[in-house]
């Protein structure tokens, strides 16, 4: 990918005498004020700003990503903007064609740059603006309505049975229709609470295997007329099940059988124990 490498980020601006370039710079925020500070810090953004945006509720998580072909793989990738100043450089985490960080922004516009091995870049594949110097940032603008899905997510969590169950509501004279709802009343009745050994003797015992996987080729007797080192086609429910047989001289037997295509195959597995 193309990406913009020229115009770094040192010397920018001439500083707190440079009058002119901080009247040409403006946030997007209509609160915004310029405190055109220099950051002592030579590879950061060198542009101090309040940018309206220091109330932390209704954030809304904001995935950047920066991309890299198989040829040119940068070790380090870190992403700093205007949503603190330009103040943090926050490391991308690496994946298979990208780097990429999660940031949580209120609705607004905000521009960013990215530090790729120790350069400041812009992706030429995202947007971008200029600011008051000539120097090319990429600029994301967030809008309420491209997170309304969390908000209705969000309420239909709080409707929900699941909603209920981490509130802490009673739920007594509720309905529970689905077996979602029944798994989640099973839950209320976990505790941390060791249970007695009359409870325990009460309790009902494990449910009893289906029927048809006690089936297991392996106990099958070979019809005469079939090869002796081939057994008979199995059910689809006996696959990719770990059977078991009573341990005898010190060894475990496991078997297992898997199809693959048209093929059944069944390994055995001896363990002294």
């Known amino acids: 990918m193309g990406n913009n490498q020229s115009g770094g980020p040192d010397g920018r601006y001439g500083g707190p005498n440079d009058k002119a370039g901080l009247r040409r710079h403006r946030m997007m925020s209509e609160t915004a004020k310029i405190a055109g500070q220099v950051l002592p810090n030579p590879d950061g953004p060198p542009m101090m700003f ?34 603190d100043n330009w103040q943090t450089r926050i490391p991308m985490v690496k994946s298979t064609n990208d780097f990429s960080t999660i940031i949580d922004l209120q609705p607004g516009q905000y521009e960013y740059k990215f530090q790729v091995d120790g350069s400041w870049v812009v992706d030429d594949n995202q947007g ?86 006690m089936q297991v080729l392996l106990n099958k007797e070979t019809p005469e007329s079939c090869d002796p080192n081939v057994l008979p086609e199995p059910n689809h429910v006996m696959l990719n099940h770990m059977y078991a047989l009573s341990i005898k001289d010190s060894v475990m037997v496991l078997s297992s059988t898997q199809r693959y295509r048209k093929k059944f195959v069944t390994t055995l597995l001896y363990k002294p124990v």
């Open 50 to 83: 309040d940018d309206g945006h220091e109330d932390k509720s209704g954030e809304c998580p904001v995935v950047f990503r920066w991309s890299f072909t198989q040829t040119a793989q940068p070790r380090t990738v870190h992403i700093v903007g205007s949503w």
């Open 128 to 213: 971008k603006t200029q600011d008051a110097a000539g120097n090319e940032n990429n600029m994301i603008s967030i809008q309420d309505s491209d997170f309304a899905v969390f908000e209705a997510l969000d309420e239909d969590f709080q409707s929900s049975t699941a909603g209920e169950v981490l509130r802490g509501e009673s739920e007594s004279t509720k309905n529970h229709d689905t077996p979602n709802d029944r798994e989640l009343e099973k839950l209320r009745s976990f505790t941390q609470e060791i249970p007695s050994m009359d409870m325990l003797r009460k309790a009902a015992g494990p449910p009893v295997i289906p029927p048809q996987l």
